[in-house]
């Protein structure tokens, strides 16, 4: 199936922009016209994908984050986000609730809070190149009183 309409967003890995990236991302999905809790979702899935990027793959150093976003007849956004960064030895152990390598503050519920919020989550990582989650969510179709 083609996209009726893609963006790409490419950022730095700062903290900063996370909240950017998360603000994009849900406007463009909004051309769907989900609900309010849908598009929560959409911001939370961005924010610990973006989030894991700046704190997993790019550790005391900046660099880039690329964000893709499809959006599909069918009221599905797909969204890639992709580093460069040191990826992930094990992806099958990180992405099990409370793993983390930080430890500290660090929950390690990211990829869980991901699937929880997305109908389809999948990670591609190599070491030493990179990583890409690519989240999946399906909006509701939408009836309208007076139509």
Do not use: W
């Amino acid at each position: 199936m083609k996209p009726i309409n893609k963006m790409i967003l490419k950022t730095d890995s700062r903290s900063i922009n996370e909240s950017f990236a998360r603000i994009c991302v849900s406007a463009f999905a909004a051309q769907l016209d989900p609900d309010i809790e849908e598009l929560s979702d959409v911001k939370t899935a961005v924010s610990e994908a973006v989030t894991n990027c700046i704190v997993h793959a790019y550790p005391n150093k900046v660099g880039e984050i690329i964000i893709k976003v499809f959006i599909y007849e069918n009221r599905t956004v797909k969204i890639s986000i992709k580093d460069k960064g040191r990826g992930i030895e094990d992806v099958k152990k990180a992405m099990e609730p409370l793993y983390t390598t930080l430890g500290g503050e660090r929950a390690g519920l990211g990829f869980a809070v991901m699937e929880s919020f997305c109908d389809r989550i999948s990670v591609k990582s190599t070491v030493g190149k990179g990583t890409t989650v690519n989240l999946t969510k399906i909006f509701a179709s939408r009836t309208y009183e007076n139509e």
